[in-house]
């Protein structure tokens, strides 16, 4: 009875490492996309020097998991919650390197005047950081039909990233002078469609604690 009070203890203790990872990306991600708005490189900057403290709670829920699979010797839906634990934090700290790809993107950017708004991405990150908040409570609530909900939401992420890469592309056309600015704003639209499919993978896993299924949300 001690031993399994113990476990239950070290599962919570991963769920709100993984909560608090996920604010941490949600907010790397919304000063990313405020930075490149604003073509500010001191706002940038800062995303890209926090990826160390989002690079340490990923390892930091690492050694927890491999910890608990050592020490617990968990079975069925125990070892499936611990090794979907590690799949969620790969998952956020890949959003995270995303983050600072966007932020290294205003870097290069360097100031220079938009040749074109940003309404596409901005929806864009507005609905990934939707999808991280509805995947991160559908882990918590252990909600198989939240996760499910997912795939609609990244159905609309993609819509969002075809459109700004067909506009950057007659952009470019008409105006080649804009062909290099034009390339980058595409990869941050790139990179938040990715952030996207990140968000599936983390409704995937809660799937997959649930039900032991393998299911594809992308």
Do not use: W
């Not at 990306?25 to 490189?41: H, K, M, T, Y």
């Amino acid at each position: 009875m001690q031993q399994r009070q113990s476990f239950d203890i070290a599962l919570k203790e991963l769920k709100l490492k993984l909560l608090r990872m996920g604010g941490d990306i949600q907010e790397a991600i919304r000063v990313a996309v405020s930075a490149l708005e604003g073509s500010n490189i001191a706002l940038a900057k800062e995303v890209v020097d926090n990826d160390v403290k989002i690079n340490r709670q990923d390892h930091e829920i690492e050694d927890l998991c491999i910890r608990l699979i050592a020490t617990q010797q968990p079975v069925a839906t125990d070892l499936r919650k611990i090794v979907s634990g590690m799949r969620l934090s790969m998952d956020l700290e890949r959003m995270g390197d995303l983050a600072v790809d966007i932020a290294k993107s205003t870097i290069r950017l360097n100031g220079q005047r938009l040749v074109t708004p940003l309404d596409d991405i901005q929806e864009m990150a507005k609905i990934v950081d939707q999808m991280i908040s509805e995947a991160l409570n559908a882990y918590v609530n252990n909600d198989m039909e939240a996760a499910r909900q997912l795939a609609s939401l990244d159905d609309q992420v993609d819509h969002r990233y075809r459109r700004i890469v067909e506009h950057l592309f007659n952009l470019s056309a008409a105006e080649p002078s804009a062909t290099s600015q034009a390339m980058t704003l595409a990869f941050c639209g790139r990179y938040l469609e990715r952030i996207g499919d990140h968000a599936t993978n983390i409704g995937e896993s809660v799937i997959y604690i649930i039900s032991g299924e393998r299911s594809d949300l992308n």
